[in-house]
């Protein structure tokens, strides 16, 4: 069965509202970093978070994950997460994949890596999550005995998306994907995010590259100082001007 015919039946579930955020904060100790963001996330949908370094995107992705100590509503699937530790959040839907560095066990080999995402799913339901993860992304499989550590760039990217994915999750989380990687790299994402978004996943990233986010997300929003700009849909990407003032901070709203 291809990657294609595995995920039609997930067609029917397009457009449900799979992630709601309200009034989302991230803290450092008593340094407020991000604070009240509200947004909505629908299946089948790629929202990217934009803007420069210091701009608050890793840290209100890992409110939102828990990861970073925060406050405010995370609900999957109508149910509220907000107050779930990250653990927590991860068996309820959320799979976060963070900046490249110490996303994977690079002491453990590829093969080892994806069956520690797939420890949260049934057994009986493991090796059909494992080759759809192997269609996805070919070169794990041929790679599967390697250690982690030995992967170039993009197949130790390929590899936490994988771990990630082994839990089957609603919301996938990413942390700057393209961060560092070889443009050859970049149409490999693009054709695993299509994939994953026609089967109904939502998808969640933050990123630098204005380019790569144009290619992939469906809908975007700026920030800047911890605040939300600036959003709007794919089209809106295409305008620079526009998008350079609020990386500059002169837009406001």
Do not use: W
Request: proline share 4%; with cysteine; charged share 25%.
């Amino acid at each position: 069965m291809t990657i294609v015919e595995k995920v039609s039946d997930f067609a029917r579930h397009q457009n449900a509202v799979v992630m709601s955020c309200r009034d989302i904060v991230a803290r450092y100790s008593r340094i407020t970093v991000v604070s009240g963001l509200n947004f909505s996330l629908r299946s089948g949908e790629m929202l990217a978070i934009l803007g420069p370094n210091g701009a608050g995107k890793s840290s209100m992705l890992g409110s939102i994950a828990g990861t970073v100590s925060g406050s405010g509503e995370v609900k999957v699937k109508n149910q509220d997460l907000g107050r779930m530790n990250a653990h927590l959040r991860a068996r309820n839907g959320i799979a976060f994949v963070p900046e490249r560095r110490g996303n994977i066990f690079s002491t453990m080999s590829v093969k080892e890596n994806i069956d520690v995402g797939l420890r949260l799913l049934p057994p009986e339901e493991r090796e059909a999550q494992r080759d759809f993860i192997n269609d996805l992304f070919p070169i794990l499989k041929k790679r599967e005995t390697a250690m982690a550590g030995v992967l170039s760039g993009g197949e130790q990217q390929m590899l936490a998306i994988g771990l990630a994915l082994g839990r089957r999750p609603d919301v996938l989380i990413l942390d700057e994907p393209s961060q560092g990687l070889a443009p050859a790299v970049f149409d490999i994402l693009e054709r695993a995010f299509a994939v994953l978004k026609n089967k109904g996943l939502a998808l969640l990233l933050a990123e630098q590259n204005v380019p790569f986010a144009a290619r992939i997300a469906d809908r975007y929003v700026i920030l800047s100082q911890g605040q939300i700009v600036l959003s709007g849909g794919k089209e809106d990407l295409a305008n620079p001007k526009e998008l350079a003032d609020a990386f500059l901070g002169k837009v406001n709203g």
